[in-house]
């Protein structure tokens, strides 16, 4: 079964979480698609998990689609969402020409951050699927810091999770705020809320996959090691290494070898 938008918001109307990763290449699309992820996402933090860049500012459009095109060969059932880089929906016309690429190269959605109701409005009136993202935004804050942890900034944040909903947003990705904000803001609005360090209530998590798989090894409060897959990665190159340099591999059982007629004649 293809998830569906429909889908995604029946979810929460159950009170069924929903999961959501990112995803930015074709064998681990292909993996959690078979793990029934819901929503399989190539966001712009394939700029700093797979690409070496410092900042998710340097992600630009032909980044995101280069990696979207091959996560969309590995989906099958997801949906599959694109992040909007950094400086790509500007206006109205640029976002929505960003947005077409998109999904003309496979996203069923794009997501951009910030309170940009226009934008959004103009896009949901285009029958563009937009999801939201607010809290902390790495696209607009140079620095990981929780976001509405007073009474001001709570009151503002969740206002504009409401704005973005009227505009026509039809999801919403609140990244780094309070567990208490998480909630209040969840009940308030009838779009589904997918939470990043955003506590225990929101309708669905979504983390970094290089986080969760423990490819990047780094220590993160709102995130959990489900895998130690760089260590794994780390003994294999070693392994491989040391056994090149012993001339232990390749040994008999990986070689190929020619007719004894054929070679006798090449030794000849
Ligand atoms: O690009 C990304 O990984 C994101 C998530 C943190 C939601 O936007
Ligand atoms: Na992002």
Request: glycine letters at 8%; aromatic letters at 6%; proline letters at 3%.
């Amino acid at each position: 079964m293809k998830k569906t938008m429909e889908y995604l918001h029946q979810k929460k109307r159950d009170g069924r979480k929903i999961t959501m990763l990112t995803c930015y290449d074709y064998p681990t699309a292909q993996l959690q698609d078979e793990a029934g992820i819901d929503v399989i996402f190539a966001g712009d933090s394939v700029g700093t998990n797979q690409l070496g860049y410092k900042r998710e500012t340097s992600v630009t459009l032909d980044d995101i689609i280069h990696h979207l095109k091959a996560v969309r060969r590995g989906v099958e059932h997801a949906y599959l969402l694109a992040d909007m880089p950094y400086r790509t929906y500007e206006n109205a016309d640029t976002a929505l020409a960003t947005a077409q690429m998109l999904l003309r190269n496979g996203a069923d959605g794009v997501k951009l951050e910030g309170l940009h109701e226009e934008i959004v409005a103009h896009l949901y009136n285009q029958g563009i699927e937009v999801w939201g993202h607010l809290g902390f935004n790495p696209q607009y804050h140079e620095k990981a810091a929780v976001q509405g942890k007073t009474y001001d900034s709570a009151r503002v944040l969740a206002e504009s999770v409401r704005s973005l909903q009227a505009a026509g947003a039809c999801m919403v990705v609140l990244e780094l705020i309070p567990e208490e904000l998480g909630k209040i803001i969840t009940e308030q609005v009838t779009i589904p809320t997918i939470g990043i360090g955003a506590g225990r209530f929101t309708d669905g998590q979504v983390l970094i996959v290089h986080d969760m798989l423990g490819i990047t090894p780094r220590e993160l409060r709102h995130s959990k090691n489900y895998g130690h897959v760089g260590e794994i990665m780390l003994k294999s190159f070693q392994e491989y290494a040391s056994e090149v340099e012993a001339g232990a591999f390749p040994n008999v059982s990986n070689v190929r070898h020619m007719k004894a007629e054929e070679l006798s004649q090449l030794m000849r």
